[in-house]
């Protein structure tokens, strides 16, 4: 009797394998890129397969259980409503032979997420659950494996992500790579290529290449690479820092940072409104707020200065500390200069120009 049980379960894998490898040959080519009408149309063609299908899928609904047993190539044309289980595939690969290189690949890959895909070929809404998913679809729910995912809108935990666009709530082993993100980011490494809200929580770095709005903590840094509203927490260092094209192009009363920084060193490459605590903090622009740390630098400074040493090229406000040097100017202890009449770079002229 066991014998023979053991011998139908046997069969029933192998005709599972073979179903999945039967799969894989059903085409030969990449999804094309068609227009929003086109896949309306493509929808109408997905065959309804209730409870159980072996994937992959190909103009195909499932409701139900779809099980992949070898995921070489991505779905197509196709939907799960329900529970979608890959056991082994490219995403397999990706999120533990290949963990190393995928954080390279994470930066890389922005370079082809600068148009966000309002339509995918694939979507789950339910769990799917899986050794990584290599798949530019939806998942709606919960998502365990990680990999490359077009959109999440909910939860998903994995050793990588590099994903489009996540709404709700991202727990990466070794890092998250996502181009836009609404929500929160758990990981060793956290970059988010484009805009950002929400809070970061990292072992290493945080990293927002252009807008952040919310909460960054990091052990050993956080950067912001155009705009930060919001909340630094590091260790070592908070950088909020563009190069000389995104600086041009920041209207001139625009504030880099807006917020509170707490770390180590703390640096503001333009102008920033609020406040500074760390061991050195720098505002290498106009800074109308305080800083407070050993050592406080400023440009233009409209605000409070503490520290052991105290420093800015042009005040209004005060400094307090054992060395305060204001305007090529020595001051011990304290120096309070409530007026500033000199024109800086930071606030436009209201003189007509002749």
Sequence with gaps: MLAKVSCISWVIGLLTLSGGLFAQEKWDR??????????????????????????????EAVYGICFTPLGFREHYNAVVNGLNLEVLGIGTAAT????????????RSFNSMDTIPEVYNFQVNGISLGSGFV???????????????????????????????????VIGGVGNAIA?????????????????????????????????????VAFFGNDVGFRMRGVQVALFGNVVSNDRILKDSLPNKEKELIGLQVGGLNTVSYSALGMQIGFRNWVLGKHEGIQMGLWNKGNTLQGV?????NDCSSLRGVQIGLLNSCEGKLSPFLRVKLKDRRLTTSEPSSEPLP
């Excluded at 929500?183 to 290529?193: E, Q, S």
């Excluded at 200065?305 to 040493?309: A, K, T, V």
């Design 180 to 216: 836009e993100m609404l929500g929160l980011g758990i990981a060793l490494f956290n970059v988010v290529g484009f805009r950002m809200r929400g809070v970061q929580v990292a072992l290493f770095v945080n990293d927002v290449r252009f807008t952040m709005h919310g909460i960054q």
């Design 305 to 309: 200065q503490i520290g052991l040493i």
């Design 30 to 59: 990449e999804p094309p890129e068609l227009s929003r009408a086109e896949w309306k149309h493509l929808r109408s063609l997905r065959k309804v397969r209730p409870l159980f299908w072996i994937g992959p899928l190909q103009n």
């Design 96 to 107: 533990t032979i290949g963990s190393g290189f995928a954080l390279s690949a994470m930066d």
């Design 135 to 169: 798949q530019k679809g939806v998942f709606n729910g919960i998502c365990v494996g990680g990999g490359l995912i077009g959109k999440l809108n909910g939860i998903s935990v994995g050793v990588i992500h590099c994903m489009y666009r996540a709404n709700g709530l």
